[in-house]
């Protein structure tokens, strides 16, 4: 079966940690962008079409959480799997109550990664397809009135 990659935001203040986990999740057949800010996370939201964002919390200015409330205000039906260190996994906690699909502790083991990748996918293809099973038949519905 052909993979259809799955288009990942990857946020983090870490450079090296970008391009590393970058690297790993191209090799694991995904489509990867990267930024290193919350501000970089919203502008590429506007012009790049995402379906999981991967998302750090501590990061110096606005942080993970607020960045999470923006995505979740703006683009509801992307999933966002929140990165966090030990000593912040009530962040994390905090960021799953306003939307996160799950969150994973840094360093991050790829295996568990992929796996939580997989699955948040896995939600927002099926939202999307519910929605455009509402949607058709509202229209069929509306046809059929006529
Ligand atoms: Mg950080």
Do not use: N, W
Not at 22 to 41: N, P
Not at 76 to 93: D, F, N, Q, Y
């Amino acid at each position: 079966m052909i993979k259809i990659p799955t288009k990942v935001l990857l946020v983090d203040d870490e450079k090296d940690f970008v391009e590393m986990l970058s690297l790993r999740l191209q090799e694991a057949g995904e489509k990867v962008s990267a930024a290193y800010s919350g501000r970089e996370c919203l502008e590429t939201l506007e012009k790049t079409r995402i379906d999981v964002v991967i998302l750090d919390i501590k990061m110096p200015g606005m942080d993970g959480i607020e960045t999470l409330r923006e995505i979740r205000k703006r683009y509801p039906l992307i999933e966002v799997i929140m990165l966090t260190g030990h000593g912040s996994t009530e962040t994390a906690v905090e960021g799953m109550k306003l939307g996160a699909f799950d969150y994973l502790l840094k360093p991050a083991d790829f295996e568990d990664l992929d796996a939580k990748l997989e699955a948040a996918r896995k939600r927002k293809d099926e939202h999307e397809e519910r929605i455009r099973k509402a949607e058709a038949s509202f229209l069929l519905r509306k046809s059929g009135d006529i």
